[in-house]
């Protein structure tokens, strides 16, 4: 092994544990190794960057934007309309004509787009036959990978593979040399799930999930009924002339205002700066005794004893600046002061960004790098603090820098739990008053005994007397929760559903969105949309509580609720994928056989020999926008910029894995195993090695690390590479095995309701099926030829 191999070896083993860590994005991973790739001087700095020219990049751009453009135009979609309005309603059938229609398009179209344009269509036809969804939606992912593996621009591994064969100096794949082994791949993959992988997807109960996708039916099953009562609010509260957002009905207590009455007038959704006022009636839905928890606390006293506290404090507590790293688990994340707490053993007292202080809601600012904590800790915990790689830097706080910059003085304060309260036995961790009022138990006197920093799990007794850090009118607040006045009548929540006014929509995330990772708080529904997320389904599960602590990911399903004319804007929101549209959106078809043509004279031109697919792609791509099929904005968005930079990022490591040696080093250790068999052994060896590693990582980074390998083994064997790159190829796109190994799988994950274990279930006997068909095929349609 030389110097130049062992290297080469280095970066791929650095690029791979990167991709199945996920600490760094695959993009960023892929530019990691383009740059490491140029220092080490393994390719020139020319070669480090020719990926972005790369004919087979441009190509995959390209067919994203002439993707879009038929998903825009409303061709795809009324095909697809039209092809499953003759479905039937038997299951097997049902699943036959789902999978062969998003397989045809794919072979066109980009699969993970045909999946999120075919996902709406599915789940409507779950709700006409009562199918569950659970048995439709994983065959629909499945066959638009199938169906990618039929022509050259149905998936990029397909081009990436083909752009190998061509930069080898080898006869490269035309067009339609996939469709004959993909399309027999397709029929047997159809077939099996059709007839006995169906079996193996979860079962629901029919009824379930009949009720679960049905507008009528959809608060019955996630309990929105059992979970609705009414607040009066006196008019001598002291909430009266205090906004929604100011009274934390809401954000404290996890309670959704689904209207407020003021006499006659029924206002739906109100927003956070709507003014109470007194006899308002408050229709809430939510968890009652969570409310009752909050009420308990507005049972402590305000007691004048700060200082004194304070001074007994002196000497016991450290306090202390840290800068958040660029990178920790904190970047990017809400402040949750209990969390915090059991994680680094601290106290947040204050957050600085620049000359800006803040003192108070912390809870509600998501976390930046270079941010500096303000922290109260334990002497002996700020050695720990400070080798935590969640924090830059740190240093002391003097009471100079705590006066003149943190003024918390009028944020310190003392309570007492009175004697017989019903506190006694609560805790802050279990109510989340903490994280609810933005609430820090700094210390407790119990006893004649200081206790520096309670556990927040540390239950409370009468005659407590607490420092509190946070602000005094947040008890008023409590107070005010106290005075409401409960009530059991539904009536108005009823009758809103009833006439129209109120609705519930289901969606997901777009693929491309970028609200993918963003906390629930800061995408902020209510504000931002004027609706309210009341559950989330994710795994398999229906998620109704502490959803202010999630991150929204790739494959939730949302139900949302709001008035019709407030869902009608988020159905136009290209964020947002819509399972349960509230009106039938109309799509201008006008320009469809324009984009029709378009694609019609792409295929052809590449098909005759005229142009090469990039050339071509790239001027259908153009003739899209110029007919207005789509405005240059939407092409821009069409574009996968992740895939894009992947792709360009890993070429030069397949180019230096070649020119080292490197993809003859493992090519030979290959050899060593399966190589006495037979060619055919070391192909099947390889394919096994392509569909094992789209476990691990995208599949357009295997194909490129892939060929490299297969191209030297074949030299090796003595044979023309087109056959063994064939069945790389289709391992390469067998995704089926996991959620993460394609983002087809990941979009069905949360409307189907699946968990990881169900991949499991039916893609690996699926991926079997792939590899013997290939394994069959291969000898009869792409026999070995030697060199």
């Known amino acids: 092994m030389t110097f130049d191999i062992a290297l080469v070896l280095i970066i791929l083993g650095g690029a791979l544990v ?11 991973t892929a530019l990691i190794v383009l740059g490491s790739l140029a220092v080490t001087g393994l390719v020139t700095p020319q070669d480090a960057v020719a990926g972005f020219s790369n004919g087979a990049v441009i190509a995959v751009w390209a067919m994203f934007i002439l993707s879009d453009g038929l998903t825009r135009t409303g061709i795809a979609n009324v095909i697809g309309r039209t092809v499953l309005r003759f479905a039937g309603t038997g299951q097997g059938t049902v699943t036959v004509v789902i999978m062969l229609t998003g397989g045809v398009l794919s072979a066109f179209m980009n699969n993970i787009g045909v999946a999120a344009l075919m996902l709406p269509v599915v789940i409507e036809i779950t709700r ?70 169906r079996f193996l997807l979860p079962s629901v109960k029919r009824e379930e999930q009949t009720q679960r996708r049905s507008q009528r039916h959809l608060r019955t099953q996630y309990g929105l009924h059992t979970r609705a009562f009414e607040m009066l609010v006196p008019h001598d509260s002291i909430l009266v002339g205090k906004t929604l957002a100011q009274s934390r009905i809401g954000i404290a207590t996890g309670l959704i205002v689904v209207a407020r009455e003021q006499g006659s007038d029924t206002e739906l959704m109100p927003t956070r700066q709507t003014v109470l006022q007194g006899g308002d009636k408050l229709i809430v839905q939510g968890r009652l005794d969570r409310f009752r928890e909050f009420q308990r606390w507005s049972e402590l006293i305000i007691e004048r004893e700060a200082p004194v506290l304070q001074g007994l404090m002196q000497g016991q507590v450290k306090l202390m600046e840290v800068v958040v790293e660029a990178g920790s688990p904190l970047d990017g994340d809400l402040l949750h002061h209990s969390e915090f707490r059991k994680t680094h053993g601290a106290n947040v007292l204050a957050i600085r960004r620049g000359s800006l202080v803040r003192r108070s809601n912390l809870a509600n600012v998501p976390l930046r790098p270079s941010d500096t904590l303000l922290l109260q800790t334990r002497p002996e915990t700020a050695l720990e603090l400070q080798r935590s790689p969640s924090f830059a830097r740190y240093r002391d706080v003097d009471e100079a820098t705590l006066r003149d910059t943190y003024e918390l003085e009028d944020y310190i304060f003392v309570v007492r739990v009175p004697q017989q309260s019903q506190l006694s036995g609560d805790t802050l961790e279990r109510s989340r008053i903490g994280d609810a009022f933005d609430f820090r138990l700094l210390a407790l006197f119990r006893d004649g005994d200081l206790t520096i920093m309670p556990e927040p ?10 420092l509190v850090q946070g602000r005094r009118q947040d008890l008023d607040v409590l107070r005010g929760l ?40 800061e995408i902020n529904f209510r504000d931002t949309y004027g609706l309210e997320l009341v559950a989330l389904w994710r795994q398999g599960e229906s998620i109704r509580s502490n959803l202010d602590r999630l991150n929204l990911e790739m494959g939730d399903a949302l139900l949302l609720l709001g008035p019709r004319e407030r869902l009608m804007v988020l159905e136009r929101d290209p964020e947002f994928l819509v399972l349960t549209p509230v009106t039938q959106r109309m799509l201008d078809t006008r320009r469809a056989p324009i984009a029709a043509g378009i694609m019609f004279g792409v295929v052809m031109s590449v098909l005759v020999g005229w142009l090469p697919i990039y050339v071509a792609a790239v001027i259908g791509a153009t003739l899209m926008v110029l007919t207005q099929c789509l405005t240059m904005e939407d092409a821009y968005r069409a574009i996968d910029w992740r895939s894009i930079f992947l792709i360009a990022g890993m070429l030069p490591l397949g180019n230096a894995m070649l020119d080292s040696g490197a993809a003859q080093f493992l090519a030979q250790l290959t050899m060593q195993y399966v190589g006495p068999l037979g060619p055919w052994w070391v192909i099947g060896g390889l394919y096994v090695i392509a569909a094992a590693g789209t476990m691990i990582m995208p599949n357009a980074a295997l194909a490129v690390l892939m060929s490299p390998i297969v191209l030297s083994a074949c030299a090796d064997l003595g044979i023309e590479p087109q056959t063994a790159m064939m069945a790389v190829a289709m391992a390469a796109s067998a995704s089926f095995a996991s959620p993460i190994s394609h983002p087809a799988n990941i979009l069905v994950m949360g409307p189907g309701g699946y968990r990881f274990g169900d991949y499991l279930r039916l893609g690996l006997p699926l991926t079997v099926v792939v590899f013997v068909t290939v394994m069959v095929l291969l000898p009869l349609l792409w026999p070995l030829t030697p060199v």
Do not use: W
Request: proline fraction near 7%; aromatic fraction near 6%; charged fraction near 15%.
């Open 18 to 28: 990167l991709f199945v860590t996920e600490k760094v994005r695959m993009d960023v």
């Open 128 to 197: 006409r036959t009562g199918i569950p969804a659970s048995k439709l939606l994983m065959p629909l992912a499945y066959g638009c990978l199938l169906g990618g593996l039929t022509t050259l621009i149905g998936t990029p591994p397909n081009l990436l593979i083909a752009n190998s064969l061509q930069q080898a100096g080898e006869p490269s794949f035309g067009l339609f040399d996939f469709t004959p082994i993909g399309g027999g791949v397709l029929v047997v993959g159809i077939l099996f799930i059709a007839l006995l992988g």
């Open 457 to 466: 799990g540390l239950p409370l007794r009468g005659d407590d007397i607490l």
């Open 482 to 521: 106290q005075e409401l006045q409960i009530q059991r009548s539904t009536h108005t929540y009823l009758s809103a559903f009833e006439s129209d006014r109120l609705s519930l929509l289901e969606a997901t995330l777009e693929p491309r969105s970028a609200l993918a990772g963003r906390p629930l708080t």
